[in-house]
T-cell receptor, first 112, second 112 residues
Framework: NAGVTQTPKFQVLKTGQSMTLQCAQD?????MSWYRQDPGMGLRLIHY???????DQGEVPNGYNVSRSTTEDFPLRLLSAAPSQTSVYFC???????????FGSGTQLSVL | DAKTTQPPSMDCAEGRAANLPCNHS???????VYWYRQIHSQGPQYIIH???NNETNEMASLIITEDRKSSTLILPHATLRDTAVYYC?????????????FGTGTRLTIIP
């Protein structure tokens, strides 16, 4: 099992550009989520999904879109990147919403 | 989910037991105590969780007070690789309880 795989590991964008952060898991987990982590802060929930076709907002959803067409994949889309979105992004999955989370290795994003 | 309070930082000598406290005075009867850690810039890693009984696994022990208002994570023989930020979270298990936000945790430094 590869676990939770995130790509890319690093990305630099210009303000206004769009991109998609990829997240895939091979553990047949129903629950997947995206977090961002800013320097000196804990992780904040952006969006989450309890299964294919179902998504919901977390604590800081503005500026981000998600979709869940398959159990395995949960991409995070930035439609028009802003410097405030410079952060490290983590994807996580679990069997269920209240179960222990498995995290990916993160994507470091810089928006200039 | 109930709020938790952790000291921002702690030091521990290598080889000694590291005891990390967490206060969760507003915890409700069906909320579990979870611990995760984040080593450097990696994704957080699950350590242990419990409801009211003390728990032990290959990584750590979790001691929950009888009134469940606080808990202590114990790393019995700390090594340099245990240097990390440790997060204490309380949450209800099961579907419908997906919103999970991490606080700023305790930065544990193991001193040679």
């Amino acid at each position: 099992n590869a676990g939770v795989t995130q790509t890319p590991k690093f990305q630099v964008l210009k303000t206004g550009q769009s991109m998609t952060l990829q997240c895939a898991q091979d553990m047949n987990h129903e629950y997947m989520s995206w977090y961002r982590q800013d320097p000196g802060m804990g992780l904040r929930l952006i969006h989450y999904s309890v299964g294919a076709g179902i998504t919901d907002q977390g604590e800081v959803p503005n500026g981000y879109n998600v979709s869940r067409s398959t159990t395995e994949d949960f991409p995070l889309r930035l439609l028009s990147a802003a410097p405030s979105q410079t952060s490290v992004y983590f994807c996580a999955s679990s069997l269920g919403g209240g179960e222990k989370l498995f995290f990916g290795s993160g994507t470091q994003l810089s928006v200039l | 989910d109930a709020k938790t309070t952790q000291p921002p930082s702690m030091d521990c000598a290598e080889g000694r037991a590291a005891n990390l406290p967490c206060n969760h005075s507003t915890i409700s009867g069906n909320e579990y105590v979870y611990w995760y850690r984040q080593i450097h810039s990696q994704g957080p890693q699950y350590i242990i969780h419990g409801l009211k009984n003390n728990e032990t696994n290959e990584m750590a022990s979790l001691i929950i007070t009888e009134d469940r208002k606080s808990s202590t994570l114990i790393l019995p023989h700390a090594t340099l690789r245990d240097t990390a930020v440790y997060y204490c979270i309380v949450r209800v298990e099961g579907f419908g309880n997906e919103k999970l936000t991490f606080g700023t945790g305790t930065r544990l430094t193991i001193i040679p």
